[in-house]
């Protein structure tokens, strides 16, 4: 098993420029978790999903969407990035009985 | 609002030592404590996950404890190793999602 899987590790973006993080879990995990951590932070909630088609906002999801159409994928679109976004962020899947989360490597991003 | 605060922010300790770090929190409800292990530029990895019944759990080396009464944990490293340098989140959990996140306490472990 791969486990839980991130792409790309880094990326530089330039204000008001679009892309799309990559997440991808193989252990048929239902719960999937976006998270940014910045330095000397705990790591926030962005988005969260339950299942395939099933997503939630969580503490912090302005200027981010996601989409869950597999149970594999769960992809995570900055539109029009701000420097607010430079930060490190984390995938993490799950299964509900202990609520137990398994990470992926985390993508460094900056916003110049 | 839900916190979860952790001390000491950081401690150098010398290889074969113990050492402790605390967790304080004001989750409610409560669901479970967690701790997990971050080594640079890597995401969190588990240690212990803590029920509101538990008390004391141990992996390996890790030892944590949970007094849900006075909202505390600690988590005690025993005969440290140049590996166990990492950051060490505290992680209470309200249900599946809604977790609050301490900011970690960094360890470091010298020869």
């Known amino acids: 098993n791969a486990g839980v899987t991130q792409t790309p590790k880094f990326r530089i973006l330039k204000i008001g420029q679009s892309m799309t993080l990559q997440c991808a879990q193989d252990?048929?995990?239902?719960?999937m978790y976006w998270y940014r951590q910045d330095p000397g932070m705990g790591l926030k909630l962005i988005y969260y999903s339950v299942g395939a088609g099933i997503t939630d906002k969580g503490e912090v999801p302005n200027g981010y969407n996601v989409s869950r159409s597999t149970t594999e994928d769960f992809p995570l679109r900055l539109e029009l990035a701000a420097p607010s976004q430079t930060s490190v962020y984390f995938c993490a899947s799950g299964v509900k009985t202990r609520g137990e989360q398994y990470f992926g490597p985390g993508t460094r991003l900056t916003v110049t | 609002k839900n916190q979860v605060e952790q001390s000491p922010q950081s401690l150098i300790i010398l290889e074969g030592k113990n050492c402790t770090l605390q967790?304080?929190?004001?989750?409610?409800?409560?669901?479970?404590l967690r701790w997990y292990k971050q080594d640079t530029g890597r995401g969190p990895v588990s240690l212990t996950i803590?029920?509101?019944?538990?008390n004391t759990k141990s992996n390996g080396r890790y030892t944590a404890t949970l007094d849900a009464d006075t909202k505390q944990s600690s988590l005690h490293i025993t005969a440290s190793q140049l590996s166990d340098s990492a950051s060490y989140i505290c992680?209470?959990?309200?249900?599946?999602?809604?977790?609050?996140f301490g900011a970690g306490t960094t360890v470091t472990v010298r020869a």
């Open positions: 967790c304080n929190y004001t989750v409610s409800p409560f669901s479970n």
């Open positions: 252990m048929n995990h239902n719960y």
């Open positions: 992680v209470v959990s309200e249900n599946d999602y809604k977790l609050s």
């Open positions: 803590m029920t509101f019944s538990e």
